[in-house]
């Protein structure tokens, strides 16, 4: 959907700053291929045909990744100290250079250009290898391939670019992904980074400053977003953003400094400041203009490593706390047999399964067909993934105790095994804040889950167009819904399973979209265009979403594992999650009838705007004296 086209999202009664966020995101929305299963859900679809039975990795390539895999889990083991990393703040030298000896730096570049030419399902193992491991080394191989130059490259370069940069980052030359600004966060409108062509147009100028570029500080190749000349379409001056491929050697590049954060100590990120940097015209990306388009497309895929690492992490934390909770006794029995902390265990391992399976079913999906529409499948996962992992390994510190809370230095020093839940949990907190936070995951995909919906009825409430066109969309509008309504309250069926309980779950799952698109519908009928603004709304059918995603990923995997009609363990962990899973459905859909949105919004207000003072009050302040 383009902004040529305005019948879809009226801006009109926006403020400047929001119409300009809105419109510019809405013209680098990627037109949507196939629909893929998730796309579906939202508008009352449980059609696992697409994805059942559950999409197994084939046994060659498995037998490709795993040479590669083995490889890189024994350099890990030998010489990654991650715990030393964590101190020291730097990756050595050594470890660079080994890891780009093993290909490590060019896992999916084809092997045409100098890469492994491995599969999505393989870059995911990957992840999820060196999130059990190192956050460091995980940011730095994920920053470079996953939103760095090479991915990008891939999906859009010419030729020409492909055969001079890949084989360089397949090498490992470190790339890195420059957007964010200080006014730049979630909302790119307001970026400040210019490129201006030059007189004779075979060349741009770029000044400006990036904010918490990963890699940056060591990067030799970045894609580099900024503002070119604003263009007229439909007879109004658009603004255009541009991806630039920027060698740092190039005069006018400059690190002004190394951010250092909470966790991912040795991650290489910095301030990075371009002063009359000339980059070729040649060095754009797509095409002038299409720079948001490049970003979000390379996240879309890109976003399928983070929820990778944290399955790692989570399996991981699972692990340190499986092994504690049977080895620590107090109060006359192993911990794991007290059932506050056996629920804790439980919900770890069925959140990790559930995790893994999908991203295995994403990748899948991006492994059957390059160009596939997984925008909402990441989302999903990168939403569901870094939330779940982040409870995980909080978890996991609880069931530590102190010891959880202790470095794995001290612990190794009073001579207990040292196991880096403190590090992993300041490593992974950063996981629901970058490469889109929560909030606008759930905001991206709940524009996708009324797509359909403003497709078929926005130009009906979009006051911008004429009445004709208007009396022409709703009567549109009338036909479509005239069908679609009544068939999301006929009986819905899941098939395509073995299993009985996991049937029953399916079924649910099947009926529960029914009730999620109806729901997504009545609020559309009661809020109209003022639903975009009900933002805690939206979020809650989000999140039903979820975990129906989840649930079909769940059922489908396990009843591919335990071969259908068996009783195996697997069955038992799926049919727990399925429960639980349900049960946080449940309560999302009574919170959309029953909540105190209102109240917390008049509350938020009068904070904002100085009142309630005396909740602040007693405390030494960042203002002075109260
Ligand atoms: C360690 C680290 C590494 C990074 N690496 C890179 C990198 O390599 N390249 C790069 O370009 N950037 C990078 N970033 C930037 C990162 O992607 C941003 O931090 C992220 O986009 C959020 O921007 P912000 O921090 O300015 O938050 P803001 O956009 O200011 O948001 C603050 C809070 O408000 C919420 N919020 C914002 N808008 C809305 C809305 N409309 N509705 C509801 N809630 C909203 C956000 O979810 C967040 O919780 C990195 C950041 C860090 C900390």
Redesign the pocket.
Known sequence: MAIEEPEIIDTSKMSAGQRAAIELTEAARTAPGGKTFAAGLFMGEFNLAGISPFPIQSDDDRARGDVFLKKLESLLRDAVDADEIDRTGEIPEVVIDALAKLGAFGIKIPEEYGGLGLSQTNYCRAAMLLGSWCGSTTALLS?HQS?GVPQPLILFGTEEQKKKYLPRVARGEIS?????ETGV???PATMTTRAEPTPDGNAFIINGE?L???NGTKAGVIVVMAKTPAKIVNGKSKEQITAFIVETNWPGVEVICRCR?MG?KA?Y?GVLRFKDVRVPRENILLAEGKGLRVALTTLDTGRLTLPGACAGLSKRCLEISRKWAGERVQWGSPIGKHAAIAEKLARMAANTFAMESMVLLAASSVDKDKHADVRLDAALCKLWATEASWEIVNDAMQIRGGRGYETADSLRKRGETPFAIERFLRDSR?NT???G????MR?FIAREMLDPHLKVAGAVLNSKLPTSHRLRATAKAFGFYARWYPAQWLPASASGIRNAALKRHLRYAARTAHRLARGIFHSMARHGPKLERE?LLLFRFVNIGAELFAIAAVCLRADKMSGGAGDGEVLGLADYFCKAAQLRIEENFRHVARNTDRASYHVAREMLEGKLADVERGIVNSEGEN
């Open positions: 920053a939103i890195a992904f420059a957007l964010t966060g979630s909302d990036k918490w570029c990963t954060f991912l991650l990120n950063i804040i970058f490469e936070s929560s909030e606008i905001l933002q």
